[in-house]
Structure formats: C-alpha cells, structure tokens
C-alpha cells in the first residue's frame, strides 16, 4: 500500500503544534533508522516503529528550541518526537492515528 502523503501532511499540519504549522518535505526512511528508545508520557521508555516498515519522515530544527523534532508517519499513525543530537533523550510528543 502507498502511504497517502498528503493525507498525512494535512494531519500533520492540524495537529496544533507551531513548530509544524507548515509540514516541512518529508522523505522515506527505514523504521530501523528512526527507531530510538523513546520516552513514553507514562514515563517509561519504548522502541515504538516498526523496524521493518518504511515511514515518510522528516526532521525540524526549531531556531527557539535546543531540541530537533521528528516526524515519522505509515498508512496508519503518525508519531511526533523531540531529540537531542543523533537521536539522543528522545521523547513523544504525539502518536496519533491517520
């Protein structure tokens, strides 16, 4: 199944965060690529992607903010994360489905 990328840039764009008011490029990378140990917001720590999937994903470096965010999305959900440099302190934002 194509995964449908404007369908998701919309989502993305509706979500209420300022920094991704304007979905920024995406490109599609390998969930094993993009899968860090992420903070959950019950405080735990998970892998949430799916190594094996490819996700249309993308990065922003918002100039008020030391952290980057990242996007990941598939047909299904799409996931919202903050990071420090090369995916370090990695905590979701937002996990939502399409």
Known sequence: MKINE???RTRIENLGF?????????????G??????TKLPN???AKILN???TYLAAQIEP??????????????QIAIFS????GSDCELLAWVKI
């Open 6 to 8: 404007k369908k998701i």
């Open 32 to 37: 094993s690529y993009l899968n860090n140990l």
């Open 43 to 45: 405080g735990e720590s």
């Open 63 to 76: 100039e008020s903010e030391i952290k980057c965010w990242g996007i990941a999305a598939d047909d299904e």
């Open 83 to 86: 990071y420090s440099n090369h």
């Open 51 to 53: 190594d094996n999937k």
């Open 18 to 30: 300022e920094a991704l008011s304007v979905c920024p490029p995406l490109t599609e990378l390998s």
